[in-house]
Nanobody, 123 residues
Framework: VQLQASGGGLVQAEGFLRLSCAVS????????MGWFRQAPGNEREFVATISKSGGTTDYADSVKGRFTISRDNAKNTVYLQMNSLKPEDTAVYYC?????????????????WGQGTQVTVSS
C-alpha cells in the first residue's frame, strides 16, 4: 500500500493551497481517509477525516470553515482544500488511510501513512 501526498508549498497568510494524496495497493473506496499535521516540536494532530463514501466529514476546530476534505474514489485520491491560511497552519501535512470506513479522528485509527508534504504560511 502506498500513499503519495503532494501540493504543499510556501504561501502568504490568507492564501490557499490544495493538497492531494494518491493511494494505491488496495480498494480505496472501502476506507476512511484523514489528514494530520505536525509542526516542529509538536505532536501530530488531527486535521480532517472523510468517510469511505465521502458523505461524512469531520474537522478539527482550528480548521473548521477554512479547510475542506474531499475524495474521488474513481481516482483513488483524497484532497484537502485549505483556504484563509494562517501562519499557525505551518506544518508537515500527512494523509492517512483508516482501519475502517467511518470517520476517524484518532491517530491510532489509521493504518497507513503518506510521506508528508510541507506547508509553510508566511505572515
Amino acid at each position: 500500500v502506498q500513499l503519495q501526498a503532494s501540493g504543499g508549498g510556501l504561501v502568504q497568510a490568507e492564501g490557499f493551497l490544495r493538497l492531494s494524496c494518491a493511494v494505491s495497493g488496495l480498494t480505496f473506496g472501502l476506507y476512511a481517509m484523514g489528514w494530520f499535521r505536525q509542526a516542529p516540536g509538536n505532536e501530530r494532530e488531527f486535521v480532517a477525516t472523510i468517510s469511505k463514501s465521502g458523505g461524512t466529514t469531520d474537522y478539527a476546530d482550528s480548521v473548521k470553515g477554512r479547510f475542506t476534505i474531499s475524495r474521488d474514489n474513481a481516482k483513488n485520491t483524497v484532497y484537502l482544500q485549505m483556504n484563509s491560511l494562517k501562519p499557525e497552519d505551518t506544518a508537515v501535512y500527512y494523509c492517512a488511510l483508516g482501519r475502517a470506513g467511518w470517520i476517524l479522528r484518532s491517530y491510532a485509527d489509521y493504518k497507513y501513512w503518506g510521506q508528508g508534504t510541507q506547508v509553510t504560511v508566511s505572515s
